[in-house]
């Protein structure tokens, strides 16, 4: 079976998802500097990610996006 590797979560608000995470779950954050957009390495202890600037538009209410690396 394979594992996750690494993820990404999407957001109009990355500060928000940033201050919500770390207050959940304790997750502590680096920002990466010198990207055109905001991105946020997640520092959890367990399997690595980030939080970053939404690249598109959000999308119409019912709708959702996925990206899948393999």
Do not use: C
């Amino acid at each position: 079976m394979n594992t996750v590797a690494y993820f990404e979560i999407q957001s109009s608000n990355p500060g928000r998802e940033v201050d919500f995470y770390r207050q959940v779950f304790g997750w502590k954050f680096s920002r990466e500097e010198g990207l055109p957009f905001e991105y946020y390495r997640i520092i959890s202890g367990g399997i690595p990610g980030a939080i970053l600037a939404r690249p598109a538009a959000t999308p119409a209410p019912g709708q959702g996006t996925n990206a899948f690396t393999v």
